[in-house]
């Protein structure tokens, strides 16, 4: 028998979120009307219909709405696709176009039957003791206590990567001993072998540091890698000798570092911890960056939090082959949620557990600036004095100017002192800086790269406008 | 720390040691700023290459942690004006962000609405700025600049200032362009004065034309013809006078030779048009017929040239900018350069020389002999003058009424009426739907709204190409998205009679799908277009 709704619910807020980007959302809107759409239907675990593309016949669409995951035989890259938006906002708007509860075409079966058989194994694989998450590793929170069986795992692991660490440390110091230039007679592959075996070793932190390195022009002729090879090898270095030590690190430090060398915890770990960092606020979405690290799909989610005055990194991960990334903030929109932080020495990268709500507008709402670049300057050198591994920490910063000189933009402050922006900052962001202020000064949230910027945004009197 | 470029020597030191290696190289723990050394103090029995990543690593974070900002002063962006101009209300900027964002095919739509704006004196929002001045740079279209010129106010004038791609949309300073510009913004320059003054135009050829490389002066040649008018004679004569008078002329020198005489063949007060007009009067003659001498009216007569006149010859036409076609010899080819003689004569001259009225040109040239044995030739010829020389609605009209072929009949349509140009369309049952970029006059926005009738004409039209390939190629769409600023909603009706409404359920949904839904939502965007209210004076 016909039922008038299938038993679960989206807002346009959570469909906002789900957008890959501005554009995308854009172009999906631009498909919510339902003649579009020849077919529109639903039942109880999916949403389908077809859209006439630009191809011969219409593109198929469908979503499993219990676990928003999305397929389109669209042509399009971006995940979730313009037509996977315009879907479920279609729903979301007036489901009353959409059929309920009826038959699943092959193509929507077959595809919601593999999920469904899918879904399970991550249970059976979890009963056979290998958890499975979004995230690449896991480990623990430092004071939490771990039953034997788990605590003998983690043992188990950090000997795993402690022999790795060894492994790395003896190659870095045969390099200085036996000098940086013998790598003019390596190519970028001894780097990848290197980082397989830190994969191996359970260390995929230090394994993508040691990937950066064989992105560094020794290989091409170039003669401007030494000082930035040496940087490189210093800072890895530092973080394994930090390793080596973990037991006469703080507890916090000891998180970072185990962070950074890739044993991050377990989102349920950190749920379930009592003294878990949380924080319920009203949040700015500040700016999301995806990008593709080999194989995974890695979405930067960068929050500030209007009354605690803190900010956050949402890192999610998903596979590049099976994009399902959960909700998060549209950058420019103020939302409520709760917050839950990582450990650390200054706690920065959280999970939104709930999700958010009362996505808006970011106005009326203002930063707590830092007044001119000394005071950032300071601000940073603390940070550092905390955690010698901080990096890209964001900062609002009163009254900067952007100037354009050459190829390189500077952003002033109020005595006149400038700091650079990174080089591959998009020419496309200055110039929509420069129409957003008309070159006057303004508060502009920034992340402190090694030597240089990354705007994110900025705070005007009508509200935040990420770049 | 990242290069070795403005880094501290003690920095270089160390990544000197570190190149070389330690089993080379001391590490140069006594050039370290004491904040660094004095941690590494204590290194006894630690291996050199410890030492100095340990004392890398402290150097790295140093460096972090005490890095200043510059306040090596730098050039100073100019103050942006304050705008004067009330911001466009949230219903246009709404429409604006749909018609930027969807990428629709044609322009026009959005032409209206940059228009409607244009009218109410506003300005766009900051948020819009780039993407308008982004479609300045894209659109190439004076129709799509102009609007968005003013529409961005101070501030987006201020901004294209920043940067030359947007250049496009601020006053141009033409002397300074001609002065110190490019070689591109040098054409740019005469192009735009041949438009719109062309005598100032000329003004500045005459002052560089002998230091130019003939290649500059053909490029400029071309320019010619836009706004070739009387003030331009003495300057073509001289051209064609001094090449002329060389004994051999290169390639590119022959060119100029005959763009030039081209040019004054169709000058009315020059010596080449005269000469030419003297030659073709012979060929006319005049005589009394019966009711002729009743009347004391004379009959007129045009014969093609006689195969003795030895004014028609290679030298002497190319001399007059004429064309040899090396194919013809003897009548042919006296012919053919007969038929560029009349190509050449604007209407007047005709009238002239056969004292006949411009609404009986026509007519005249099918009675004469030359257009009973060569009436495609004679078309050809009347069709230059009426559509690209001379633009005369009054010929394109009477040649429309005949039932000869044209290379060019869009282009006569254009020199019609508006009224009058459906009319024909609809009346002649012209198709076209294949290469509709041919009639984007019919979607000028300044442009009568279509009658009913033409609208549902075209609506048919367009349905039947659907019908006959099931999708529009780029051109049908882009003029099917620029039609909603001319169409009648009441054209659309047409799909609903029978013919439609019995065709196959897969026919009458590609029609619904690419014909109707996204005409009446263009018809839609255009009424909202049409509505927008005036700016809140608060």
């Known amino acids: 028998m016909p039922v008038d709704s299938p038993g679960y619910a989206f807002t346009t807020d959570q469909i906002t979120a789900l957008a890959p980007d501005a554009a995308s959302l854009k172009a999906g809107k631009d498909l919510t009307s339902p003649q579009k759409w020849p077919t529109l239907a639903a039942n109880s675990r999916a949403l389908w219909g077809e859209v006439q593309g630009s191809g011969k016949d219409p593109y198929r669409t469908q979503v499993d709405a219990l676990n928003l995951a999305f397929k389109c035989s669209c042509p399009s890259r971006k995940f979730p696709c313009k037509h996977g938006i315009g879907l479920l906002l279609i729903f979301a708007n007036d489901a009353t176009p959409f059929v309920f509860d009826a038959p699943e075409p092959a193509w929507v079966s077959e595809w919601m039957d593999k999920r469904a058989a899918t879904k399970k194994e991550p249970d059976a694989a979890e009963t056979a003791k290998k958890p499975k998450s979004s995230e690449p590793q896991t480990g623990s929170l430092t004071d939490s206590k771990p039953d034997p069986k788990t605590a003998r795992s983690l043992t188990n692991r950090l000997n795993t990567i402690g022999a790795g660490v060894a492994d790395l440390n003896r190659i870095i110091e045969d390099l200085i001993r036996t000098g940086q230039l013998s790598l003019t007679g390596k190519n970028a592959g001894y780097w990848q072998t290197i980082a397989a075996r830190l994969v191996d070793a359970k260390a995929p932190g230090l394994a993508a540091r040691v990937k950066q390195l064989g992105s560094l022009p020794i290989y091409d002729g170039g003669t401007g890698w030494h000082g930035e090879a040496l940087r490189q090898l210093a800072q890895l270095y530092l973080l394994t000798q930090a390793f080596g030590r973990l037991a006469d690190l703080t507890p916090d430090c000891q998180e970072d570092v185990k962070a950074l060398v890739g044993m991050t915890i377990a989102q349920k770990d950190l749920l379930a911890h009592p003294t878990a960092d949380t924080l319920t606020d009203t949040f700015v979405a500040l700016a999301r960056q995806t990008a593709t690290e080999d194989d995974l799909l890695v979405q930067r989610t960068y929050l500030y939090g209007t009354q605690s005055r803190r900010y956050a990194l949402i890192l999610n991960f998903a596979h590049r082959t099976a994009p399902v990334l959960p909700p998060v903030p549209m950058p420019g929109t103020a939302v409520s949620a709760r917050l839950v932080f990582y450990p650390g020495t200054a706690p920065y990268r959280a999970i939104l557990p709930d999700g958010f709500s009362d996505a808006q507008p970011a106005t009326g709402l203002l930063p707590d600036a830092l007044p001119n670049w000394t005071a950032a300057q300071q601000a940073l050198t603390d940070a550092l004095a905390q955690s010698p591994f901080a990096a890209q920490i964001p900062q609002t910063v009163h009254a900067l100017r952007p100037v354009l000189v050459g190829e390189m933009i500077y952003l002033i402050d109020n005595q006149g002192f400038h700091w650079p922006v990174e080089a591959n900052w998009p020419r496309s962001a200055y110039w929509h800086l420069l129409a957003l202020t008309g070159g006057e000064p303004v508060s502009m949230t920034i992340l402190r790269l090694d030597t240089t910027v990354s705007p994110l945004g900025v705070w005007l009197a009508s509200g935040y406008q990420p770049l | ?538």
């Not at chain 2, 700023?33 to 990543?53: C, F, H, M, Y």
């Not at chain 2, 141009?172 to 005598?199: C, F």
Request: aromatic share 8%; glycine share 4%; charged share 20%.
């Open chain 2, 1 to 538: 720390m990242n290069s070795t470029q403005n880094a501290p020597f003690w920095w270089n030191e160390l990544v000197n040691a570190a190149l070389l290696g330690t089993d080379r190289r001391a590490v140069p723990l006594a050039e370290l700023p004491d904040d660094i050394r004095q941690p590494l103090a204590n290194q006894s029995g630690v291996s050199p290459e410890k030492t100095l990543l340990r004392a890398a690593a402290l150097s790295v974070n140093y460096g972090r942690a005490g890095a200043e900002p510059s306040a090596l002063p730098l050039p100073a962006l100019p103050p942006c004006p304050p705008e004067t101009r009330h911001y466009a209300p949230e219903t246009a900027v709404k429409l604006l962000r749909e018609l930027l964002d969807e990428q629709i095919h044609g322009t026009q739509l959005l032409v209206l609405l940059l228009e409607k704006l244009r009218e109410q004196n506003v300005i766009v929002p900051p948020d819009w700025l780039i993407p308008l001045l982004e479609k300045a740079e894209t659109a190439k279209m004076t129709e799509v600049i102009e609007p968005i010129a003013d529409l961005i106010g101070e501030r987006g004038r201020w901004l294209a200032a920043q940067n030359p791609a947007w250049a496009i949309v601020l006053p141009a300073d033409l002397d300074a362009l001609w002065q110190h510009g490019t070689k591109d913004e040098r054409n740019m320059v005469i192009s735009y004065l041949r438009q719109t003054d062309p005598a100032r135009a000329v003004q500045l050829l005459e002052s560089v034309w002998e230091q130019e490389s003939v290649q500059q002066q053909r490029s400029w040649m071309y320019e010619f013809m836009n706004g070739l008018g009387p003030a331009d004679e003495p300057f073509l004569t001289r051209i064609w006078q001094n090449l002329h008078d060389l004994n051999t002329r290169k390639t590119t020198q022959q060119a100029i030779f005959q763009d030039a005489a081209c040019y004054l063949l169709r000058l009315p007060g020059s010596a080449l048009h005269q000469t030419i007009r003297e030659r073709l009067r012979r060929y006319v003659t005049t005589r009394k017929s019966l009711l002729g001498r009743l009347t004391g009216q004379e009959a007129v007569t045009m014969t093609l040239p006689n195969q003795d006149d030895d004014f028609f010859n290679p030298a002497t036409m190319t001399q007059y900018g004429l064309e040899t076609n090396a194919d013809l010899t003897g009548a042919g080819r006296i012919r053919h350069w007969f038929f560029q003689c009349l190509a050449a004569m604007p209407p007047a001259t005709w009238q002239e020389l056969w004292q006949v009225d411009e609404e009986n040109l026509v007519d005249f040239c099918f009675r004469q002999s030359f257009g009973k044995e060569d009436p495609k030739a004679t078309t050809d010829a009347l069709e230059l003058v009426a559509m690209l020389r001379h633009k005369s609605t009054t010929l394109a009209r009477s040649l429309l009424r005949t039932k000869h072929t044209f290379d060019f009949r869009s282009e006569l349509v254009r020199q019609l009426p508006p009224a009058e140009q459906e009319h024909y369309i609809e009346a002649n049952a012209l198709d076209f739907s294949e290469y509709p970029a041919n009639y984007s006059f019919l979607t000028d926005t300044n442009r009568p709204r279509w009658s009913v009738s033409f609208s549902q004409y075209v609506v048919v039209l367009f349905a039947k190409r659907l019908l006959g390939s099931y999708q529009f190629s780029a051109a049908a769409k882009a003029f099917l998205a620029d039609a909603a600023t001319g169409l009648h909603r009441d054209g659309l009706l047409v799909l609903d009679t029978d013919h439609y409404t019995n065709l196959t359920d897969y026919q009458q949904d590609s029609i619904r799908k690419h014909l109707r839904q996204p005409m009446e939502r263009w018809l839609t965007l255009r009424d909202k277009i049409q509505v927008i209210p005036p700016p809140s004076p608060s």
